[in-house]
């Protein structure tokens, strides 16, 4: 008995052995897709990150720092943009990536616009046909007085 449990053991680890072997090109594809879509998008966040981050702080330096050093943060700003391609083109990337999802976001279609205005429209008159009837109640309440 303990030789076939020896070689139903073996036969098993070689079937997971297959298995393994037969799984790691996928594996190695899939690690390899991770980290080279890490490198490519990491980047973007970051520079989307950054711009954001640096739009708040202006805008927050507008509100509550001395109207100077608002002033001073957007002329460096603006010279940074005139003088070096990198920040023009990664300001045009920011504003892009942040802009991008409007491209694709789904419009209303005429029908589905009529079919809104029209529900609209019925919740109005029910509402007033709600309020009229209660103020009729109130009317004949009034007079029963």
Same mark, same amino acid.
């Given at each position: 008995?303990?030789?076939?449990t020896? %070689?139903e053991?073996?036969d098993?680890s070689a079937?997971?052995r297959a298995?393994?072997l037969? %799984?790691?090109? =996928? ?6 897709l991770?980290i080279?879509?890490?490198?490519? =998008?990491a ?6 990150i950054?711009f954001? #981050? ?9 509100l509550f720092?001395?109207?100077a ?9 603006s010279?940074?943009y005139?003088?070096?391609?990198w920040f023009?083109?990664? #300001?045009? #990337?920011? =504003?892009?990536?942040l802009c ?8 209303e ?8 205005e029209? %529900?609209?429209?019925?919740a #109005? ?7 009229e009837?209660e103020?009729a109640t109130e ?5 029963? =007085?």
């Amino acid at each position: 008995m303990t030789t076939e449990t020896a %070689k139903e053991n073996s036969d098993m680890s070689a079937l997971e052995r297959a298995i393994w072997l037969a %799984k790691l090109p =996928f594996r190695v594809l899939w690690g390899a897709l991770l980290i080279v879509n890490f490198l490519a =998008f990491a980047p973007l966040f970051l520079l989307v990150i950054a711009f954001v #981050t640096y739009w708040i702080a202006l805008s927050l330096s507008y509100l509550f720092l001395p109207e100077a050093w608002a002033d001073g943060m957007w002329a460096w700003a603006s010279e940074l943009y005139a003088e070096h391609l990198w920040f023009k083109a990664a #300001t045009i #990337t920011a =504003f892009t990536l942040l802009c991008l999802p409007l491209l694709f976001w789904p419009s209303e279609s005429e029908e589905d616009r009529k079919k809104r205005e029209e %529900k609209d429209r019925r919740a #109005t008159e029910d509402l007033i046909a709600a309020r009229e009837q209660e103020r009729a109640t109130e009317r004949r309440a009034s007079q029963e =007085f």
